[in-house]
């Protein structure tokens, strides 16, 4: 019986029928192997960091100077989480648990995760790059900070360190941005209102505000009504020179918070029309316009990939890419598989754009598009895997796992961390659990890689 790998990894053609010489690693530790909840590898300033949960399931930061050997370990303290048996700093069988990692402008390292519809997790370090003095902080700005989801550090072009998360839950949240002052060593909210706002009714799934080459950050959503993930519906689009002044594709302002009423919609999809927040994604053509890929039904309703783009005349300009005989059916609670996913599109030289794609129906490839119309016009090879063919197969014995990797990349460099789990489970405890898995940390030549560099949450 063939063993799985995890579906991005399928997606991408990546069942291993032998094994070659595996590249050298460095084994940091065995992990929890029972759900897929992704972890965080951080390489920046000479510095490498990772968080992940071991096999008790604690969270446990790692950090080492670049090239060096030794690794500094932590396992910062936790508080009781309220309804819940277990401690902040441990973790259940829920994959939106994700973790993230990043530096702030002293070199201070700030940790967040472990939360669905928790209060806030965060640890922030002392001293530069010294993972021995993480502290856990309760609060950022102490406001709206009991019912936390999807923790995102990023960073302004001028280095400005920010956090977004969703206060409230699945069909009924705001999104909020948060600040950090590196003089003050404290958070302060960017925006006096959420920029997103479910207004009690539903709440927005976003992509990471996409830096463009035309100085805009770019962000992309779609609403949700419940938890059931077949309520996703109104795909929908704004942009922003500072994060703090919002405009639509027309350059017409957006007051705060951007609700459903006021939202620039790219697609009208209504429930149980196709939109799935994980499969969307916004890239650039040639004269630096963005261009969105995501997933709906077609009127067949089957899966498909459609590319928009703001038109001329105001609204958004759709074209189908994909020419699938397919249905992705999905609905329910709980965190899902992929079986569809998109890349963002990029300009060739040529004005052409090309996409990636993965199906677990239709394989793994790129298109090619034409930069004036978006029609499909060529079919090319899949990117590169993130992880390399001796590294894709399965090691454990253990019934149903699957590979999972994340890939981090600095001057030149690239680095993928790889363990194993069991695959998804609606987020629902399982009767048993497999024994941890080993979680290895390679350096690879680097090369072009998939626009899916995590796999996991």
Same mark, same amino acid.
């Not at 995102?152 to 699945?170: N, P, Q, V």
């Not at 189908?320 to 599109?345: C, I, K, N, Y």
């Given at each position: 019986?063939?063993?799985?790998?995890s579906?991005w990894l399928?997606a991408l053609?990546?069942?291993?029928?032998?094994?070659a010489?595996e590249p050298?690693?460095?084994?940091i530790d065995r992990?929890?192997?029972?759900?897929?909840v992704?972890?965080?590898?951080?390489t920046?300033?000479g510095?490498?960091f990772?968080?992940?949960y071991?096999?008790?399931?604690r969270?446990?930061?790692?950090?080492?100077?670049?090239?060096?050997?030794?690794?500094?370990?932590?396992?910062p303290?936790?508080v009781?989480?309220p309804g819940?048996k277990?401690?902040s700093?441990v973790t259940?069988?829920d994959?939106?648990?994700f973790?993230?990692l990043?530096l702030d402008?002293?070199g201070?390292?700030h940790v967040s995760?472990?939360?669905h519809?928790?209060p806030l997790?965060y640890?922030?370090t002392?001293?530069?790059?010294?993972v021995t003095?993480?502290?856990r902080?309760?609060r950022?700005?102490g406001?709206r900070?009991?019912?936390?989801t999807?923790?995102?550090?990023?960073?302004t072009a001028a280095?400005?360190?920010?956090?977004?998360?969703?206060d409230?839950s699945?069909?009924?949240?705001?999104?909020?941005?948060?600040?950090y002052?590196?003089?003050t060593?404290?958070?302060?909210?960017?925006?006096d209102?959420?920029?997103?706002?479910?207004e009690?009714h539903?709440?927005?799934?976003?992509?990471?505000p996409?830096?463009g080459p035309?100085?805009f950050?770019h962000?992309?959503w779609?609403?949700r009504?419940?938890?059931?993930?077949?309520t996703n519906?109104?795909?929908?689009?704004?942009r922003?020179r500072?994060?703090?002044?919002w405009?639509n594709?027309?350059g017409?302002a957006l007051?705060?918070p951007?609700?459903?009423a006021t939202?620039d919609v790219?697609?009208?999809?209504?429930?149980k029309?196709?939109l799935?927040?994980?499969t969307?994604a916004v890239?650039?053509d040639a004269?630096?316009r963005p261009?969105?890929t995501?997933h709906r039904?077609?009127?067949r309703?089957?899966s498909q990939?459609?590319a928009?783009?703001p038109g001329?005349?105001?609204?958004?300009d759709?074209r189908?890419v994909?020419?699938?005989d397919?249905r992705?059916?999905?609905?329910?609670?709980?965190s899902l598989?992929?079986?569809?996913?998109v890349?963002?599109p990029?300009?060739?030289?040529d004005?052409?754009?090309?996409?990636?794609?993965?199906?677990?129906?239709?394989?793994?490839?790129r298109w090619?598009l034409?930069?004036d119309? &978006?029609? #499909?016009v060529?079919?090319?090879?899949?990117?590169?895997?993130?992880l390399? /063919?001796?590294?894709?197969?399965?090691r !454990? *014995?253990?019934p149903g796992?699957?590979?999972?990797?994340?890939?981090s990349?600095a001057?030149?460099?690239?680095?993928v961390?790889?363990w194993e789990?069991l695959?998804r489970?609606r987020? &629902?405890? #399982?009767?048993a659990?497999?024994?941890?898995?080993?979680?290895?940390l390679y /350096?690879?030549?680097d090369a072009?890689t !998939? *626009?899916a560099?995590?796999v996991?949450s």
């Amino acid at each position: 019986m063939k063993r799985l790998v995890s579906s991005w990894l399928l997606a991408l053609g990546a069942v291993v029928m032998a094994r070659a010489v595996e590249p050298a690693g460095k084994l940091i530790d065995r992990v929890w192997a029972g759900h897929p909840v992704s972890f965080a590898l951080l390489t920046e300033r000479g510095h490498q960091f990772i968080a992940y949960y071991d096999a008790e399931r604690r969270l446990t930061v790692a950090g080492r100077k670049l090239d060096g050997e030794i690794w500094t370990r932590v396992q910062p303290a936790g508080v009781p989480v309220p309804g819940a048996k277990r401690d902040s700093n441990v973790t259940n069988w829920d994959s939106h648990n994700f973790l993230r990692l990043t530096l702030d402008r002293d070199g201070c390292l700030h940790v967040s995760g472990n939360m669905h519809v928790n209060p806030l997790v965060y640890y922030r370090t002392r001293t530069p790059f010294d993972v021995t003095t993480l502290e856990r902080l309760d609060r950022m700005t102490g406001e709206r900070e009991m019912r936390c989801t999807y923790p995102l550090f990023f960073k302004t072009a001028a280095g400005d360190l920010l956090f977004r998360y969703r206060d409230g839950s699945s069909g009924n949240g705001s999104d909020l941005y948060n600040l950090y002052d590196p003089a003050t060593r404290s958070w302060r909210r960017l925006l006096d209102t959420p920029l997103l706002d479910g207004e009690g009714h539903r709440n927005a799934y976003a992509t990471e505000p996409t830096l463009g080459p035309d100085g805009f950050f770019h962000l992309l959503w779609m609403w949700r009504e419940s938890p059931d993930a077949s309520t996703n519906h109104t795909l929908s689009y704004a942009r922003s020179r500072d994060l703090v002044h919002w405009e639509n594709s027309r350059g017409a302002a957006l007051n705060l918070p951007i609700t459903l009423a006021t939202s620039d919609v790219i697609d009208p999809a209504k429930v149980k029309e196709g939109l799935i927040n994980m499969t969307m994604a916004v890239g650039f053509d040639a004269a630096k316009r963005p261009v969105v890929t995501y997933h709906r039904y077609d009127a067949r309703g089957k899966s498909q990939v459609f590319a928009a783009r703001p038109g001329g005349a105001g609204g958004w300009d759709v074209r189908q890419v994909s020419e699938w005989d397919f249905r992705w059916e999905f609905s329910g609670g709980g965190s899902l598989a992929a079986e569809v996913s998109v890349g963002a599109p990029r300009a060739e030289k040529d004005g052409t754009l090309v996409m990636s794609y993965q199906s677990m129906v239709a394989g793994s490839g790129r298109w090619r598009l034409r930069g004036d119309t &978006l029609q #499909r016009v060529g079919d090319l090879t899949a990117p590169a895997p993130i992880l390399p /063919e001796n590294l894709r197969g399965v090691r !454990s *014995d253990y019934p149903g796992m699957e590979v999972q990797a994340i890939g981090s990349s600095a001057e030149g460099r690239r680095w993928v961390l790889r363990w194993e789990t069991l695959g998804r489970n609606r987020d &629902l405890p #399982r009767t048993a659990a497999p024994p941890p898995t080993e979680l290895w940390l390679y /350096e690879l030549p680097d090369a072009e890689t !998939s *626009d899916a560099t995590r796999v996991g949450s």
